[in-house]
């Protein structure tokens, strides 16, 4: 059974419900959020996968107040998942019959929805119960920026052919490997991950002119323009890349701007300035580690990654390391990692973090 995380205190937040319930609340209850959210009409909104919400309640039962028809969400009591909500709309959903005492309630957006915005009202008190304080804050923090690797993009499928519905139903970001490292690490994360992104060059040349690049700053994916509102506690120890594949996955196709050479220098220039952004971002102190991974028709992009590293590491920044993963079946949808490969690569990062002189 995994434990149930609890989040910094970086976007503890008061809320009141989205819709009135069916009992009378506790008033602005406190929340505890790494994710990265925007507070908007009394409710948190967001974009990302793996952006979860934490809180604590005395009582028989909790209600959780959400408004998206998007994204599917796991419900979590005491570090067990109790419910899957399928795009839930705008509700509150309850769970109810609980052991009278205190509880911890999680709740975690599993999928992606890149193209909606997602409201979370706030947790709600059952009958005779009441909200309580948040749970503590981690002194740890870990951000993972990335792809659909980072996604956990169809991760939880037992097939490798996969209609866009079975991708969103079996795609579990809380099961990425992001997630669970952070969770055998005791760390609170953020999953900034966008599916078929790449640094200069989307998957199959797709959306030409944007890339990753164009959405990092944002908390709300569809909103053009919209930046962050980065709180001062957010600040982590580590963050982990892992963009590339998308870059050099498909050959390049007749009409893009691109040959091999010139895309591989785009990749390498824009890659050091998006390092130059994380570093303005956190400052010298925190660990950057750049990742890649083999697969049959991107053997070049461990090579350029290793010498972005090279070259940051010979300019004196010697906190940006290099990560190597491979050994993966990619049983998931599409040929993606599977939930094994997800354990797997988690296994292998916690090992690899384990080696970095981290003072967290």
């Given at each position: 059974?995994?434990?149930?995380?609890?989040?910094?205190?970086?976007?503890?937040?008061?809320?009141?419900?989205?819709?009135?319930?069916?009992?009378?609340?506790?008033?602005?209850?406190?929340?505890?959020?790494?994710?990265?959210?925007?507070?908007?009409?009394?409710?948190?909104?967001?974009?990302?996968?793996?952006?979860?919400?934490?809180?604590?309640?005395?009582?028989?039962?909790?209600?959780?107040?959400?408004?998206?028809?998007?994204?599917?969400?796991?419900?979590?009591?005491?570090?067990t998942t109790v419910v899957t909500l399928v795009m839930p709309g705008q509700t509150t959903h309850w769970v109810r019959n609980l052991p009278a005492g205190v509880h911890d309630v999680r709740l975690v957006k599993r999928s992606e929805s890149p193209w909606a915005v997602s409201e979370f009202g706030g947790f709600v008190a059952g009958p005779g119960g009441a909200l309580l304080g948040g749970p503590r804050a981690r002194s740890r923090q870990i951000e993972y920026i990335g792809d659909s690797y980072t996604a956990g993009y169809g991760n939880m499928s037992n097939t490798?052919?996969?209609?866009?519905?079975?991708?969103?139903?079996?795609?579990?970001?809380?099961?990425?490997?992001?997630?669970?490292?952070?969770?055998?690490?005791?760390a609170d994360y953020q999953l900034?991950?966008?599916?078929?992104?790449?640094?200069?060059?989307?998957?199959?040349?797709?959306?030409?002119?944007?890339?990753?690049?164009?959405?990092?700053?944002?908390?709300?994916?569809?909103v053009d323009g919209d930046v962050w509102p980065k709180p001062r506690s957010w600040r982590p120890q580590v963050v982990v890349i892992g963009l590339g594949i998308n870059d050099f996955s498909t050959a390049i196709n007749p009409g893009e701007a691109w040959t091999p050479e010139s895309l591989a220098a785009a990749y390498r220039t824009?890659?050091?300035?998006?390092?130059?952004?994380?570093r303005a971002r956190y400052g010298p102190r925190t660990y950057v580690v750049v990742t890649a991974t083999h697969m049959s028709n991107t053997t070049a992009l461990t090579d350029l990654t290793r010498q972005i590293v090279q070259e940051r590491n010979a300019a004196g920044d010697n906190r940006v390391r290099h990560w190597h993963y491979d050994g993966l079946d990619y049983l998931g949808c599409h040929w993606h990692p599977s939930l094994r490969d997800h354990q797997l690569i988690a296994d292998?990062?916690?090992?690899?973090?384990?080696?970095?002189?981290?003072r967290w």
């Open positions: 059974m995994r434990s149930l995380r609890v989040t910094a205190a970086l976007a503890a937040f008061l809320v009141a419900p989205l819709l009135a319930p069916t009992v009378e609340a506790t008033p602005r209850p406190l929340v505890h959020s790494a994710g990265r959210t925007v507070l908007a009409d009394g409710a948190q909104r967001y974009s990302w996968p793996g952006v979860y919400f934490e809180g604590r309640f005395r009582g028989t039962a909790v209600g959780i107040v959400l408004n998206d028809a998007a994204a599917d969400y796991d419900v979590q009591i005491d570090g490798r052919e996969c209609t866009g519905e079975e991708v969103h139903r079996t795609t579990n970001a809380d099961l990425s490997f992001g997630a669970l490292t952070a969770d055998r690490l005791d900034n991950a966008f599916s078929g992104r790449g640094v200069v060059r989307n998957y199959n040349g797709g959306e030409p002119g944007t890339s990753y690049r164009t959405y990092y700053d944002r908390a709300l994916l569809s824009a890659y050091h300035g998006f390092l130059d952004k994380i292998k990062l916690t090992a690899f973090l384990a080696t970095l002189p981290l």
